[in-house]
């Protein structure tokens, strides 16, 4: 039935779309005869594995004492997100990671699960509490050892130590190999000697260093015997109880920022600091007291990956938060746009609900569809690192895979928040312009999640090259005949798509009706071939444009690559688009009833033909599809918007939100009491026959 709706060929007066717009089309799966959600079967998939303590999370953050005051000054903010760490700490939010024989529950996946949460309550919040926990502490706990856990871990976990994760200089973001600061080792007095040599080597943009820190985990090139042995982590108290720099140790206050200002940001420099042998955190490379050197990872560039690796949680948690607050904004959006009515059909009737329009739908619905596959991938992320810091999967190849796949998700997540968050903002008119609609404060505080814990770029810089080396493994060893075989498929493979033989192909099958052909043609299967198709082409390019690096002169190869740097970005956006898509089909083989299963295909549907669309003129250039059906994806995706409208609520309310969680008054039923009392008033005075009559009438006499 529901496909016969996407083709039917009746006029535009069927129920679906009335003549003059749609005043009364289905606002409900009820209304539509349609399939419906099990909205609480859907909640529990978008909480995913760890979603008990999601629900706990999301519990806690009702109280008020939790919440964002829109408006606050900063210095105001900043007391009360320190407040609100200590009521984290009552909650027990603080121990879920740590070690039991600190007081800790030992459980990395239910820790990142609640920290997510945060951002429904204050995105300073949830990063400041990051920063002490995720970054500061973790630190602690990942790069050092049983001694160092002993001496701070439950200081840390209590907040009677707040600290600073100084790591970036104002000189080094993304780069921190390349940092300045020293820790110079003193092997009379037993210790390192912390020292920034140069203004750009101060510590810059940390959480916690302006006002509130006591101490901090200090990044710095160890050196010891004239020997620079890269980036290590030292332990370095900042603060005495009063709150003063120790002697050595000065900073500044960031100040004023884009958003997240209840996050004390600052700058540490340090002017030959001494600190004892001990607060070397030196899990992966150590130091005896006559300055030797040792590691169990000889290679420099693997130890220092291997050190930053143990880090990678922020990248989870920054993917999972962005979802979160992408979902805020889509819940509010959407069911403003379900409630608001602006201008009549032209036939005089009612003035028509925003989500009735055909672009509303288009600029809403493959968004939902989008952050949909985003909680889908989020929890395989999750789940990864979960079995990774849990001990479960610890091995270097595993390490490997979850730095790669986090490297992939966080960016397209924040990105898409940004995007997701303007969208809706436009979308709800001056409404969503007011502070207390949330739609402002979430874009100004999620707005630098692209580039903390690792600037995007970047990181999808880092995919691309594992993508890069997992394609020249094919050929590691590989005999003259596997390499023709090889060569062989590819050339296939180019001529194929280059020289029109699947476009003449497509133009067949499309003779007849469109809708069937499109739809019978672009389901799970081609959508897949096409994801994939899209990643596989684009890494065989790039490999292949840099073939002749090996060949070249250092400079050489390196201005090779930059050519080719955006083409290898793309190529690795390309690939985590893919990832998003098979976990989103993943997750719909999880789904029993068979109503739910229906609409969550059509959303799945909707997600892949959206990520198609947007790299059609790729498709084209290359062959993949043909013009005609390239312009068949658009008006399929108009199709399954519009068969997804009446499910529009559903989908949002599975989010689990409730009014606390919300704190939008246009998401509050406020605009449809509003809406309801102005279509009664009309039709009380209509009733009444004193209503005033239009100039437009006296002139059709």
């Known amino acids: 039935m529901a496909d016969a709706a996407v083709r039917s060929k009746k006029p535009a007066t069927s129920r679906r779309t009335p003549a003059g717009g749609a005043p009364t089309a289905p606002h409900t799966a009820a209304e539509a005869s349609e399939p419906r959600i ?33 408006g606050m000054p900063m210095d105001e903010h900043r007391e009360r997100v320190l407040s609100q760490l200590h009521l984290l700490v009552q909650h027990g939010g603080s121990r879920r990671a740590m070690p039991e024989e600190y007081g800790g529950l030992n459980d990395n996946g239910a820790n990142l699960a609640g920290f997510m949460e945060l951002v429904l309550a204050d995105p300073s919040l949830q990063i400041k509490s990051g920063v002490q926990w995720g970054l500061f502490g973790s630190a602690v706990f990942q790069l050092g050892t049983k001694k160092h856990h002993d001496e701070w871990l439950e200081g840390i976990i209590d907040l009677s130590i707040p600290g600073a994760f100084a790591m970036t200089e104002t000189g080094h973001g993304s780069d921190v190999a390349a940092i300045g600061t020293t820790a110079t080792y003193d092997p009379e007095a037993k210790e390192f000697v912390i020292h920034t040599p140069f203004r750009g080597a101060w510590k810059d943009y940390l959480g916690n260093a302006a006002l509130h820190g006591k101490a901090a985990t200090v990044f710095a090139q160890l050196i010891t015997g004239g020997v620079n042995y890269g980036v290590h982590c030292f332990y370095v108290p900042l603060r005495d109880d009063e709150g003063n720099f120790l002697p050595g140790i000065g900073g500044e206050d960031d100040g004023v920022k884009g958003g997240l200002n209840g996050i004390d940001n600052g700058r540490l420099h340090f002017d030959q600091v001494r600190v004892p042998l001990f607060n070397l955190l030196d899990r992966y490379g150590q130091v005896a007291e006559d300055g030797t050197y040792t590691s169990d ?51 005089g009737s009612d003035e028509v609900v925003l989500l009735d329009y055909g672009k509303h739908q288009r600029r809403l619905l493959p968004l939902l569809a989008q952050n949909y596959a985003q909680f889908f991938s989020g929890d395989e992320l999750l789940k990864k690192f979960d079995a990774v810091f849990s001990g479960r999967e610890d091995t270097p190849e595993s390490r490997e895979d979850l730095e790669t796949l986090a490297a992939a998700l966080k960016p397209l997540s924040t990105w898409n928040a940004l995007w997701t968050i303007q969208e809706t903002r436009e979308a709800c008119g001056g409404s969503g312009f007011l502070a207390e609609n949330r739609m402002v404060g979430l874009h100004q505080d999620l707005d630098v999640y692209v580039t903390f814990e690792g600037d995007n770029n970047i990181l999808l810089q880092l995919v691309g090259k594992r993508l890069l080396s997992d394609f020249a493994k094919q050929f590691k060893g590989a005999d003259a005949a596997a390499l023709a075989k090889f060569a062989a498929r590819q050339t296939a493979g180019k001529l194929f798509h280059g020289a029109g033989l699947r476009q003449l192909g497509q133009s067949v099958a499309d003779f007849g009706s469109t809708a ?154 406020a605009e449809l009491e509003r809406q309801t009392e102005a279509r009664e008033y009309y039709a009380a005075l209509k009733a009444s026959g004193e209503a005033p009559v239009s100039e437009k009438s006296l002139k059709k006499k």
Do not use: C
Not at 41 to 69: H, N, Q, S
Not at 312 to 322: F, K, M, N, Y
């Open 38 to 70: 099990d909205v609480a079967a859907v909640t529990d998939l978008l909480l995913g594995t760890w979603g008990e303590t999601r629900r706990e999370a999301r519990e806690m953050i009702k109280d008020p004492a939790f919440w964002r005051v829109e």
């Open 297 to 347: 990872i000889p290679s420099p560039g693997r130890r220092f990956f291997t050190m930053l690796g143990a880090l990678v949680q922020g990248r989870v948690s920054l993917d999972g938060a962005a979802t979160t607050g992408t979902a805020l904004a889509l819940y509010i959006a959407l069911t403003y746009a379900g409630q608001r009515r602006q201008f009549d059909s032209g036939a």
């Open 516 to 669: 069937r052909s499109v739809e019978l043609g672009l389901r799970a299967e081609q959508q897949h071939e096409l994801l994939a198709g899209r990643v596989q082409q684009m890494v065989a390019d790039v490999a292949t444009a840099l073939r002749p690096a090996s060949k070249l002169s250092p400079a050489e190869a390196a201005a090779l690559f930059n050519a080719h740097q955006s083409e290898l970005i793309e190529a690795a956006r390309a690939h985590g688009e893919l990832l998003q898509w098979e976990a989103f089909t993943d997750g719909l083989a999880r789904v029993a009833d068979e109503g739910t299963a229906q609409v969550l295909t059509w959303l799945r549907d909707l997600f892949g033909l959206h990520l198609i669309e947007k790299h059609l003129a790729w498709y084209l250039i290359n062959g993949r599809l043909s013009a005609q059906r390239a312009a068949s994806v658009s008006r399929y995706i108009d199709r399954l918007s519009l068969r997804l409208r009446p499910h529009a609520q559903d989908l949002v309310d599975a989010y689990g939100f409730e009014p606390e969680h919300v704190r939008a008054p246009i998401a509050s039923g």
